[in-house]
């Protein structure tokens, strides 16, 4: 089982095949590692490096514990050594060509990162998070669902607030398995174009990708309803702003009795209780947020597989 492309910058990267083959290996994963079937020759005896310029819980937990399940090791060179201007980027990959077949990124721009994977012929970059797309959070995403529903083929999903990375990244992945994605955003906060674009062109079975501004017409009836912070990394300062012009967006009781009467909620996490998301909503038995958490792990150790295979 193979990914079909070199690195993993982009739920783009995956032919819907592709996707299909790593949900189902990341069942696999999931289902051994319960019942205590190793996979530890698979990395065997190789290093994969975590470079991270943003913080993180779960994709770092998640891609080490990974690794070292799958038998191999990390190296983690500190952001101002990797990203830092000591070098330039490409020397930093072409330099780790030579000790690693793979590389997991969280940077910032999308083209930083590109620019990276484009430097190394023969090192496999995989992307943890940029300002426009978050992939492995999307692939933990449709585990959850798959696990909760089978095919995902003619279910809805809305996400509500704003338009960023992580609903990018879902928005993909769901139209290319079925789904049909309604995004309520406030004004001036959309996926921007060339990403909705990116959506309507790898969409299959005729699902639709709408984007508008009503939280309720968005969730009406719908299967799932997704939220994520106001504020992504690096727009701290604007927070405050932010909580204004984001409030009518909270995913509350009201705003999830409007939705399906099996809805399931989902965050990618961390959620900022009280803004994005209320306790009532995400304490609640709709709520799958730690499924999608654990399966970071699964997820994340098929992309390894899949990645490290020749
Ligand atoms: N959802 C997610 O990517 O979490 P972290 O930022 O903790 O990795």
């Known amino acids: ?40 020759q698979v990395l065997d005896g190789q290093h994969v490096a975590l470079l991270f310029e943003k913080p993180s819980l779960r994709t770092h937990a998640a891609f080490t514990i990974a690794v070292r399940e799958l038998g191999g090791d990390v190296i983690e060179p500190s952001s101002d050594v990797a990203f830092g201007g000591r070098e330039s980027a490409s020397d930093v990959a072409r330099n780790l060509e030579r000790w690693v077949r793979l590389v997991v990124v969280r940077t910032f721009e999308q083209a930083r990162l590109e620019r990276f994977a484009a430097a190394s012929d023969r090192m496999r970059v995989i992307n943890a998070l940029t300002d426009e797309e978050h992939p492995c959070q999307a692939l933990a995403d449709m585990q959850a669902l798959i696990e909760r529903w ?29 789904m049909h994605v309604r995004l309520a955003t406030p004004q001036g906060f959309e996926l921007n174009a060339g990403l909705a674009k990116s959506v309507r062109r790898v969409a299959r079975f005729d699902t639709t990708f709408t984007q508008g501004h009503d939280p309720i017409a968005a969730v009406k009836g719908v299967d799932a309803v997704y939220t994520d912070a106001w504020a992504s990394m690096g727009q701290e300062s604007d927070a405050e702003r932010r909580i204004g012009i984001f409030q009518p967006y909270q995913v509350n009781a009201s705003l999830m009795a409007q939705a399906g009467q099996h809805a399931l909620f989902m965050h990618c996490l961390p959620a900022h209780r009280g803004q994005e998301v209320t306790d009532e909503v995400i304490d609640s038995p709709a709520s799958i947020v730690f499924d999608q958490s654990e399966n970071r792990l699964h997820t994340q150790k098929a992309l390894l597989a899949m990645m490290s295979s020749r």
């Open 1 to 40: 089982m193979t990914l079909g492309s070199k690195d993993f910058l982009s739920i783009l990267n995956l032919t819907p095949e592709a996707l299909e083959q790593a949900l189902a290996l990341a069942a696999v994963f999931k289902a051994d590692r319960l019942s205590g079937r190793a996979h530890a």
């Open 150 to 178: 089978g095919p995902l083929k003619g279910r809805t999903i809305a996400f509500v607030g704003d338009g960023n990375n992580v609903a990018a990244s879902l928005a993909q992945a769901s139209v290319m398995l079925g």
